[in-house]
């Protein structure tokens, strides 16, 4: 799969979604929304209606799948139920599962570690942070758990939760573009 995606279903938490979007626009990277669904309104966890750039369909029939790089990303923000939304559509999972794969990025924040990346092979002895108190499923995964706000472990990229939503775009967008380009961003958020 080629790009840099953020995928919503009902219940995702807002603040992940859109600042991790925020922070990859601001470095130039051309990051798309996409609903799981056959429309492209997406209700967040708090009851706000956010428009995705394009449904589930026409993420397919747009995007170019089959070999990719370390720089096509693939980003799960959390929220409940949203994360499991995403984990029980398992026409996305399969596509990250050969995304991962074929070495491509996959990047989930707060609930979807555990929920959504879990589900991915071959995940033993790998470094992730999640939503504390969702780490059980990782550790019996074989991760090794770190209490971090971010984690980067090759091509999986993790957040701990809502506070570390800049920090975690901030990393996929280093990932994707340089640290030098990151730092400008972060450097323009007086942070």
């Avoid at 990277?29 to 997406?42: A, L």
């Avoid at 596509?95 to 092979?121: D, K, N, R």
Wanted: proline residues 4%.
């Amino acid at each position: 799969m080629k790009g840099t995606f953020v995928f919503l279903a009902d219940g995702f938490e807002v603040s992940e979604a859109l600042t991790t979007v925020n922070m990859l626009r601001r470095g130039g990277v051309n990051v798309k929304t996409v609903s799981i669904y056959d429309d492209r309104i997406v209700t967040s966890s708090n009851r706000i209606p956010v428009v995705a750039d394009m449904s589930f369909g026409e993420f397919r029939a747009s995007t170019s799948f089959g070999a990719c790089l370390p720089t096509d990303v693939m980003i799960f923000p959390g929220g409940m139920p949203g994360s499991a939304n995403l984990a029980a559509f398992g026409k996305l999972m399969d596509i990250m599962q050969q995304h991962y794969a074929e070495g491509g990025t996959v990047a989930a924040i707060c609930a979807a570690p555990s929920v959504v990346l879990s589900l991915l092979p071959g995940l033993k002895g790998r470094r992730m942070t999640c939503y504390d108190g969702f780490e059980e499923t990782l550790t019996a995964k074989g991760v090794e758990y770190v209490k971090e706000g971010v984690v980067k472990d090759g091509n999986i990229i993790t957040g701990r939760g809502p506070g570390w939503a800049v920090e975690f775009g901030l990393a996929i967008l280093a990932h994707i573009k340089g640290q030098e380009t990151a730092d400008k961003v972060k450097a323009g958020l007086m942070l």
